[in-house]
Nanobody
Framework: QVQLVESGGGLVQAGGSLRLSCAASGRTFSSVAMGWFRQAPGKERERVVAITWSGGSTYYADSVKGRFTISRDNAKNTVYLQMTSLKPEDTAVYYC????????????????WGKGTLVTVSS
């Protein structure tokens, strides 16, 4: 079993930045792909970013390319999401997630979910 705990959410003005963290505990953190989904009010949960265990491969949704950067520190069992140039449409609950591989990082392949952290971007 893996437990994922997110932190770093909050309120920020449009154009600002935030960094989210996801700390993993439990069984081995290595060899799994990690990343983030988000769910805005009244909308479905959507995949945002993901990174392989080695960090050698990443996925970014078109809506965040060039603005968000994912990274991970396996020694600390932590994955990070640096968000810049934030827009009001980025407002959502951000969920950390883990899957067997980056190819499985979708709604059907997620093995573990965090409880989420709220990001609010004001205009």
């Amino acid at each position: 079993q893996v437990q994922l705990v997110e932190s770093g959410g909050g309120l920020v003005q449009a154009g600002g930045s935030l960094r989210l963290s996801c700390a993993a505990s439990g069984r081995t953190f290595s060899s799994v792909a990690m990343g983030w989904f988000r769910q805005a009010p009244g909308k479905e949960r959507e995949r945002v970013v993901a990174i392989t265990w080695s960090g050698g491969s990443t996925y970014y949704a078109d809506s965040v390319k060039g603005r968000f950067t994912i990274s991970r520190d396996n020694a600390k069992n932590t994955v990070y999401l640096q968000m810049t140039s934030l827009k009001p449409e980025d407002t959502a609950v951000y969920y950390c997630a883990a899957s067997v591989g980056i190819a499985s990082f979708d709604h059907h392949g997620i093995l573990y979910w965090g409880k989420g952290t709220l990001v609010t971007v004001s205009s």
